[in-house]
């Protein structure tokens, strides 16, 4: 297992972590999302770990909090230490049927970690992401209770998640302007099958050394490897009853077929090839991978270990490479005159 640095921190976490969104008994509608009760949980936190994971995330809205209850029990059924483990959780999502039961307000933050640390059953929460974009509060409030969350002691740093990148540059400079805790990471969708997140999120997060923790790195189970353009359906699969995140399927279609030659060829699976190539990219923190069954879950650890050539690499590159935009093409049609020599 690679380590990067958590954003510009000093901090390391694992190239792959451990999405725990499936983690529930199925009490709600999470069910949909997978049933990985308290002992399958179990046996997955301690597979992560042996093959080198640290890094874990959750969220506060995730099966009504089950998520963080049961990742939270793992730790201590198996006997592991707080501080061999980086846990990111996240908040801004309903909880709640009361009017401030959701978005990033003090009052619903301060609210939000402190029943996140009595699920958790833990002290202080490594990465606190703020969730969703809460088009009511002002930016200056939400950044202003996680710096004192910072300041307790209570969240060590602080994330986004699912933001515009022009309100993300907002928030960096007014935390740099009034010195407080800045985000040091997004969490975005990002996969070989939906590269949106390269149009004006990665040069974001390159030019202020912000880490990028990717969700839907298979598309939500469309890369798979169980899915192509002759079989669009798949019997207990999430996909198949939620199309969901939303992804232009012919093309997914052209990237599988590129992919299955190449995972063919490391004796390996598609999904596999998919993690390693987003794990090739500069600007990718850590890959959540999240699973139903402990076996799922190991065909994915997988990735860990797959080497792809700089040859699999621009292939699969070229076949999702996205589709023109403006302003991009317009940049890029301009900028040749700062680059070519005029003789």
Known sequence: MKY?????????????????????????????????????????????????????????????????????QSFRNLGIAREEVVIASKAAGRTGMGRNDVGASRGHIMNAVEASLKRLKMDYIDLYQIHADDFLTPVEETLGALNDLVTQGKVRYIGVSNWHAWKIADA?????????????????????????????????????????????????????????????????????????????????WNIIDKIKPIAEAHGTSIASVALAWLMTRPVVTSVLVGAKRLEQLEENLEAANLELTDDEIQQLDEVSTLPPEYPGWMVDYQKRDRLEPLF
């Open 4 to 72: 990067k640095q958590l954003g510009n921190t000093g901090l390391l976490v694992s190239q792959l972590a451990l999405g725990t969104m499936t983690f529930t008994s199925g009490k709600d509608n999470h069910k949909i999302l997978g049933l990985v009760g308290q002992e399958e949980a179990d046996k997955m936190i301690k597979k992560s770990v042996d093959i080198g994971i640290n890094f874990f995330d959750t969220a506060d809205n995730y099966a009504e909090g089950e998520s963080e209850i049961i990742l939270g």
């Open 172 to 252: 960096l400079g007014i935390s740099e302007r009034k010195n407080l805790a800045r985000f040091e990471t997004v969490q975005g969708y990002y996969s070989l099958a939906s590269r949106d997140v390269e149009r004006e999120l990665v040069p974001l997060m390159e030019a202020k050394k912000m880490g990028l923790l990717v969700w839907g790195p298979l598309a939500g189970g469309l890369l798979s490897g169980r899915y192509d353009r002759h079989n669009q359906k798949a019997e207990d699969s999430r996909r198949s009853a939620v199309d969901f995140p939303m992804v232009d399927k012919e093309r997914a």
